[in-house]
């Protein structure tokens, strides 16, 4: 049973910081894409970064230079960085993770089978 259960939301100012984590239990394939998507009211959801099993890591433009994706293997928990936070960063922000690399693009959030329950962020 695959469990996926993010932590470290929250609200913060325009500029400020916040490091959301993802616990990752019941995965034992080698070979994995694990990202990070977001939600805000009304609009789909949104691809912000990714990693893969051999460490290649993708980023979304809007986040470039302001977001970082890292894992610690020993713990099972994916990460996101977050500095310099904007109110249009403010979504629900969700970790997933896909056996395999992605066959259509790490931000096409159709291929992900594992989908965590999401952590808020406002940036006000």
């Known amino acids: 049973h695959v469990q996926l259960v993010e932590s470290g939301g929250g609200s913060v100012q325009t500029g400020g910081s916040l490091t959301l984590s993802c616990a990752l239990s019941?995965?034992?394939?080698?070979?994995?894409?694990m990202g990070w998507f977001r939600q805000a009211p009304g609009r789909g959801r949104e691809g912000v970064t990714a990693?893969?099993?051999?460490?290649?890591?993708s980023l979304a433009d809007s986040v470039k230079g302001r977001f970082t994706i890292s894992q610690d293997k020993a713990k099972n928990t994916l990460y996101l960085q977050m500095n310099n936070l904007r109110p249009d960063d403010s979504a629900m922000y969700y970790c997933?993770?896909?056996?395999?690399?992605?066959?259509?693009?790490?931000?096409?959030?159709?291929?992900?089978?594992?989908w965590g329950q999401g952590t808020q962020v406002t940036v006000s």
């Open positions: 990693i893969e099993s051999d460490g290649t890591t």
């Open positions: 019941g995965y034992t394939t080698k070979t994995y894409c």
């Open positions: 997933a993770a896909m056996p395999g690399p992605p066959d259509m693009g790490w931000a096409s959030a159709n291929e992900y089978r594992y």
